[in-house]
């Protein structure tokens, strides 16, 4: 986008409710708003990341009936009304199918459309100093959890796209950074607690994961900071989050009132749903920890739908309520509580062993809608007190002002630094591993360094041998970007030279080929594409036909090159430029002496396999550490 932007929009997409923030840059402001104006419940920071339809409708392309706070209205309608919620931690989950992930695509265009939709009405002209919405430049900022994958977060910016954000030419989409990151760049610009110098923690735990970061402060000023982070972003998503002790209390329920369930004039699965909805318990359950309590005192909820005001000590049912203790409720906070501290224990385990003691963390900040509870506060300040690791044995425990909304709020405390070319997170390490799949010849002659491969290789059944009796290591990896060991630089364009080869009867006005971007989240990455563990994030058809003569090397021309059996065919020189950001990350194939540009730029698309990539599908992509 050329001109200014007129309005800046962030918005935090949850597991159990959205948060949004903005700066309207049309009249000049320069204050971070909350959005509070939903449908159904004004002077509301966050609305319910929900959606109602209709539960006899047929079609799959059915719109919901209702979208966050206006679905209230329909938790008594469980017989013709059905509620999706939670869905937010099952994108790119793709072992559930293709199915059911096509389902919870549809499910975030739906509600991201009645987001856009509100939002589009709320800010006409009147408020835009006189701009329409569809001639405004608008800048939509999205966050994501340190789960998602890139391939997985571009998934997220296609659905964006399709629900409306895209739609108009001054619009554009982006995701800059993770969850914990925007707490950090939220904490650093509106709190003073922080020091130049200081290593900190940020501790995410919201509705559906767990996120954690860890940075040191380089230089902060008032509304200004730039950082460094230690170790990459990392997000637990094993049931670990807020709506997880919505979903143990449901199934609690549940497993009592399968006793009572002639009783019942709905199935028990719904009314379990409405029990645990219930302001009953979603109020008992907030104040957990804020107020006095014994163990073994109790508070009810009222079993809705029952035919006969009934009371049954083996069921804790008493004039048709359902007693539950508070040591009960503290059970179910408890194994949330557990899984942050063995987050927090791994990422120390690891740091450890890559840093060497090399430094101490300060502060722990902890942030998100779990972390807002009284109750996980103090078990958490438990932990620090007496921690596992010398890592931590001196921080400082902080708990955001803003634990929901810091998020929304440091996306846009993190644009407004960049839009004055200021980084906030200008050396960040890589999330996951980039690289891309070659073979390398194998030879006796080969110096001792390559000995070794050569032995795993033969171990790992990775030696093939060609037409011309010639043996080659097949599948290895080539990673010019380490989760561990390399630090990106915001902005910065990383370059690697690589090559093709292809046949003397292939036409050099048919010289394509196709690059395969492969990632992996294992520390470190394989040595060779290995199933489960390496994966295929995305591909590019780069084009050679016009390359400059001095990138191409005629190979073996030799006729007694050829009589030993060595292949006659062209060489082709090419560079790959990366550009990684926090949440994403884009390539290009470019002629590394002039820049000029041999497939389109990609900004990750879906994985997946497809034989229309070339014409010269034969060619091979070669590192520049292949020897002949």
Not at 106 to 127: G, N, W
Not at 171 to 198: K, M
């Amino acid at each position: 986008m050329e001109s200014s932007p007129d309005l800046l929009v962030a918005i935090d997409i949850g597991m159990s409710c959205t948060g949004v923030a903005y700066l309207n840059k049309a009249r000049n402001s320069s204050t971070i708003k909350v959005f509070q104006d939903w449908p159904g419940r004004r002077l509301e920071n966050k609305v319910p990341t929900r959606l109602t339809y209709e539960v006899n409708s047929q079609s799959q392309r059915a719109k919901p009936v209702n979208w966050g706070f206006l679905c209230d209205a329909d938790t008594d309608r469980v017989n013709d009304r059905r509620v999706e919620e939670w869905f937010k931690v099952e994108l790119g989950k793709y072992d559930s199918g293709l199915e059911h992930q096509e389902f919870v695509k549809r499910l975030y265009i739906d509600y991201m459309e009645r987001l856009y939709e509100t939002l589009r009405d709320y800010f006409s002209p009147q408020v835009l100093n006189g701009k329409k919405w569809e001639y405004a430049n608008i800048q939509f900022v999205f966050s994501v959890p340190a789960t998602w994958s890139p391939d997985i977060v571009d998934v997220f910016k296609l659905l964006a796209r399709g629900a409306g954000f895209g739609r108009y030419d001054g619009f554009t989409i982006a995701v800059n950074l993770t969850e914990p990151q925007a707490v950090a760049a939220y904490t650093l610009c509106e709190e003073g607690i922080f020091e130049n110098g200081d290593s900190v923690l940020i501790v995410d735990a919201g509705g559906g994961t767990v996120d954690l970061c860890l940075l040191t402060i380089d230089d902060k000023d008032e509304g200004r900071a730039s950082t460094t982070e230690l170790n990459p972003v990392v997000g637990k998503l094993h049931c670990v989050g807020s709506t997880y002790i919505d979903a143990e209390f449901q199934n609690l329920v549940a497993s009592r009132l399968h006793g009572i369930a002639h009783l019942l004039q709905n199935p028990v699965e719904d009314v379990a749903w409405q029990m645990m909805s219930s302001t009953a318990f979603q109020s008992n359950k907030h104040a957990l920890g804020r107020t006095q309590y014994d163990h073994e005192d109790c508070f009810k909820i009222k079993i809705p739908d029952l035919r006969v005001l009934l009371t049954d000590a083996s069921l804790r049912i008493s004039r048709g309520e359902m007693e539950f203790s508070w040591r009960e409720l503290e059970q179910l906070f408890d194994k949330q509580v557990s899984g942050i501290v063995t987050h927090v224990d791994e990422m120390m385990d690891n740091l450890a062993t890559s840093l060497r003691g090399s430094i101490n963390v300060d502060h722990v900040l902890l942030s998100g809608g779990l972390c807002s509870s009284k109750y996980v506060q103090h078990k958490m300040k438990e932990y620090f007190e007496s921690p596992k690791h010398d890592l931590l044995k001196s921080v400082k425990l902080h708990v955001s002002t803003e634990p929901q909304l810091s998020v929304c709020r440091g996306l846009l405390c993190n644009l407004k630094q960049s839009l004055e070319n200021v980084p906030m997170f200008p050396r960040r390490c890589a999330r996951a591993s980039f690289g891309i799949p070659y073979r390398k010849r194998y030879g006796r002659r080969l110096c001792d360094h390559w000995k070794p491969v050569q032995r795993e290789a033969r171990g790992a059944g990775r030696i093939i041998t060609d037409q011309f009796n010639q043996k080659w290591i097949v599948g290895s990896m080539d990673w010019f970007i380490k989760k561990v060991g390399s630090r990106v630089i915001e902005g910065q364009k990383l370059a690697y030279n690589y090559c093709m080869h292809f046949a003397p009867d292939i036409p050099e006005s048919e010289w394509f080929g196709r690059v395969d971007i492969m990632t992996s989240l294992h520390n470190p990455p394989p040595s060779y594409n290995e199933i489960g563990i390496v994966r295929n994030l995305t591909w590019m058809q780069v084009d050679l036909s016009n390359t400059q003569r001095c990138k191409v090397t005629e190979m073996n021309k030799k006729w007694y090159k050829r009589l030993a059996g060595q292949k006659h065919h062209f060489r082709v020189q090419f560079t790959i430029e990366a550009e990684v950001g926090a949440a994403e990350v884009s390539f290009r194939c470019v002629d590394g002496e002039g820049g000029r540009q041999l497939s389109k730029p990609i900004e990750l698309q879906i994985g997946f396999e497809d034989d229309r990539a070339t014409k010269s599908i034969d060619a091979k992509v070669v590192s520049k550490n292949e020897y002949y």
